[in-house]
């Protein structure tokens, strides 16, 4: 299994913001975010299919994300603004190939992903 380079993460102050890096060395059409509480499910925060123009992101978070893709790097990376203490997480990096967008996007649910980073700590004080 690939090793997903993160890195961004740290502690922040309530209301600041993050900016999460993710590249991937496999070259992988489909890459996203996702975030795990203590005891929770990993969650989808942002997923993109390469050469689309349309981001997944988690309706909870639609506001507070944005996800930018750089295909000449391979990097997806991941900016959250306004963060709360409920947002201390650790934050995963995932990529995977996909036959089409419908199927990447899916992945955002499904967290069906073969290849994921080792995570990124993301604490939040208030």
């Known amino acids: 299994q690939v090793q997903l380079a993160e890195s961004g993460g740290g502690s922040v102050e309530s209301g600041g913001s993050l900016t999460l890096s993710c590249t991937d060395s496999?070259?992988?059409?489909?890459m996203g975010w996702f975030r795990q509480f203590p005891g929770k499910e990993r969650e989808g925060l942002a997923i993109?299919?390469?050469?689309?123009?349309?981001?997944y992101y988690a309706p909870s978070l639609k506001d507070r994300i944005r996800a930018t893709r750089e295909i000449g790097k391979n990097t997806l990376s991941l900016q959250i603004s306004s963060l709360k203490p409920e947002d201390t997480a650790m934050y995963y990096c995932?990529?995977?190939?996909?036959?089409?967008?419908?199927?990447?996007?899916?992945?955002?649910?499904?967290?069906?992903?073969?290849?994921w980073g080792q995570g990124t700590q993301v604490a939040v004080s208030s």
């Open positions: 995932a990529a995977d190939f996909a036959p089409d967008l419908r199927s990447c996007h899916a992945k955002g649910t499904s967290a069906d992903f073969r290849y």
């Open positions: 496999g070259s992988r059409v489909c």
């Open positions: 993109h299919y390469a050469g689309a123009g349309v981001v």
